[in-house]
Nanobody, 112 residues
Framework: QVQLVQSGVELRNPGTSVKVSCKASGYTFTSYYIEWVRQAPGKERELVAV????????YYADSVKGRFTISRDNAKNTMYLQMNSLKPEDTAVYYC?????WGQGTQVTVSS
């Protein structure tokens, strides 16, 4: 079955960086776009970034454009979200999606 396993909890100060990962199994990784979605307390779920099957095309929400980078390593069936210049408003649970499955979520907290 489809499994997406994400990296663990992250706590960062504002202005710093973090990279979260998501390893996929149970489906043909290269057949699907992948997405990162986040949900902050009391807010609606937000699509953060999308990357196509071979990484040639990406999309970013305006709120993260220029600060976040989505990538994928098809040889390792793994996707990444590099987050730079973190802000307190980036605090959320981040989910990876692909192959009609979802990761378990990674809590990222940005606070001084």
């Amino acid at each position: 079955q489809v499994q997406l396993v994400q990296s663990g909890v992250e706590l960062r100060n504002p202005g710093t960086s973090v990279k979260v990962s998501c390893k996929a199994s149970g489906y043909t990784f290269t057949s699907y776009y992948i997405e990162w979605v986040r949900q902050a307390p009391g807010k609606e779920r937000e699509l953060v970034a999308v990357i196509n099957t071979f990484g040639h095309s990406t999309y970013y929400a305006d709120s993260v454009k220029g600060r976040f980078t989505i990538s994928r390593d098809n040889a390792k069936n793994t996707m990444y979200l590099q987050m730079n210049s973190l802000k307190p408003e980036d605090t959320a649970v981040y989910y990876c999606t692909g192959g009609n499955g979802w990761g378990q979520g990674t809590q990222v907290t940005v606070s001084s």
